[in-house]
Nanobody, 121 residues
Framework: QVQLVESGGGLVQPGGSLRLSCAASGGAFRIDSMGWYRQPPGKERELVATSPSGGKTVYADSVKGRFTISRDNAKNSVYLQMNSLKPEDTAVYYC???????????????WGQGTQVTVSS
C-alpha cells in the first residue's frame, strides 16, 4: 500500500520561510511525477509546483521566484522550499505523486494527508 507522508508545516510570519517534505513508501513503483498542491480556506485545491521525472518543473505564477521544488529520487521524496511567505500562501498543502506500479503495471495518483501552513503576524 503506497503512502505519502508529509511534514514541515506550521505558523510563520510574513516574509519567513518553511520547508515541506514528503516521502513515498510501500510497494514497488516508478515515480512519474511528484509535486505539491494547496487548498486555501474556502477555495478549491490548486497546483503549487510539480516535478515530472525527466520533464520540466512547473510552478504556479503566484509562487514563482519564491518557492522551489526539489526531489531526492534515492529517497522517493519531494520537497518544497517556501521563501518570502505571504498571508495569501496560507493553506493546507498536499503532496501528490503520480506513480506507476511495478506490481500490477498500472498508473495511479496518490495524495498525502495534508499539512497546514499559516502565514500571519
Amino acid at each position: 500500500q503506497v503512502q505519502l507522508v508529509e511534514s514541515g508545516g506550521g505558523l510563520v510570519q510574513p516574509g519567513g520561510s518553511l520547508r515541506l517534505s514528503c516521502a513515498a513508501s510501500g510497494g514497488a513503483f516508478r515515480i512519474d511525477s511528484m509535486g505539491w498542491y494547496r487548498q486555501p480556506p474556502g477555495k478549491e485545491r490548486e497546483l503549487v509546483a510539480t516535478s515530472p521525472s525527466g520533464g520540466k518543473t512547473v510552478y504556479a505564477d503566484s509562487v514563482k521566484g519564491r518557492f522551489t521544488i526539489s526531489r531526492d529520487n534515492a529517497k522517493n521524496s519531494v520537497y518544497l522550499q517556501m521563501n518570502s511567505l505571504k498571508p495569501e500562501d496560507t493553506a493546507v498543502y498536499y503532496c501528490h505523486a503520480n506513480l506507476f506500479s511495478l506490481s500490477n503495471w498500472r498508473n495511479a495518483h496518490y495524495w498525502g494527508q495534508g499539512t497546514q501552513v499559516t502565514v500571519s503576524s
